[in-house]
């Protein structure tokens, strides 16, 4: 009785969302996004596709993304959004972070990435612009892959900070007290197949169509920059999703080792209250804000 309410509710919310699809204004982008989507599969084998595309949307999104966090040290006025205001970037830093992230994005993450064709042929997975998925249907299924992802990345991060094993792993994405957005995916190569694993699952689950693995990294790679951005921007659009963890969530984590364990969403830390030590941190700091206006 309760599946079929569940089925009636969510087709009752497709319906509804089809509709309002519906009389939204034609995307001018549409047409050229398909010819060129045709033209990809007409000149490039699936192969070629899935793995040197993937390792492609991936390095031009992550630098891309990162490029407004590096770009706002050298800007006065940006200073003020800045979390942690004492400890500005170093130029040996993030070109240190920059020679890691080199080795772990093509001796790491790209054989990762060379598994993804077969992954698409063994489950059939179709490339083709006709069986596409809309909009709405790309968003929900990165929604379901942030909420797997979450799950995942909370509990592994947290036994990564275990007394034990915390120095030979995780300790190395913590060298920076300070992070800055190029750090998101600076960490030891078993840190990188450890938590990247949660991102991996969610595709296993929900994928339906090769660009949905675009779709996807795009939106962690949106995330994961931004939380490790070191800035809080009042407007930055992000903060308006519901139960979305920020910057500072995860900035207080950096500066402090300890808490704050999710990736993305607050639910996990407020359930396991994890994020007690935060909570009682940013009520200080309300009140040393109240005193100094």
Request: glycine share 4%; aromatic share 18%.
């Amino acid at each position: 009785m309760a599946t079929n309410e569940s089925i009636s509710i969510f087709s009752s919310a497709s319906l509804a969302v089809e509709y309002v699809d519906s009389l939204l204004p034609s995307n001018p982008l549409q047409e050229p996004f398909k010819n060129a989507w045709n033209y990809m599969l007409n000149n490039y084998t699936k192969f070629q596709i899935a793995t040197w595309g993937s390792l492609i949307v991936h390095e031009v999104l992550y630098f891309l993304f990162c490029l407004p966090g590096f770009l706002f040290q050298f800007i006065p006025y940006m200073k003020k959004y800045k979390i942690q205001k004492d400890k500005p970037e170093t130029w040996e830093n993030q070109w240190k972070c920059f020679k890691v992230l080199l080795f772990n994005h093509f001796c790491i993450q790209l054989p990762l990435i060379c598994g993804t064709y077969y992954f698409t042929e063994y489950f059939s997975i179709p490339y083709d612009w006709e069986t596409m998925p809309r909009w709405y249907m790309l968003l929900a299924r990165c929604f379901g892959c942030a909420v797997i992802e979450d799950t995942w990345h909370y509990f592994l991060h947290r036994l990564l900070h275990h007394k034990r094993i915390y120095k030979y792993i995780h300790k190395i994405h913590h060298e920076f007290q300070a992070p800055f957005g190029m750090e998101a995916e600076y960490a030891h190569p078993l840190e990188t197949i450890i938590l990247g694993t949660g991102f991996f699952i969610g595709i296993m689950l929900l994928c339906d169509h090769v660009i949905l693995l675009w779709a996807w990294v795009t939106v962690r790679l949106i995330e994961t920059i931004d939380v490790h951005s070191g800035y809080d921007i009042p407007l930055n659009p992000l903060n308006l999703i519901p139960f979305y963890a920020g910057s500072r969530h995860h900035d207080f984590h950096h500066m402090n080792f300890i808490g704050n364990y999710a990736s993305t969403f607050t639910w996990w830390d407020r359930i396991f209250g994890t994020d007690s030590q935060f909570n009682a941190y940013n009520e200080k700091m309300k009140k040393v804000e109240k005193k100094t206006e």
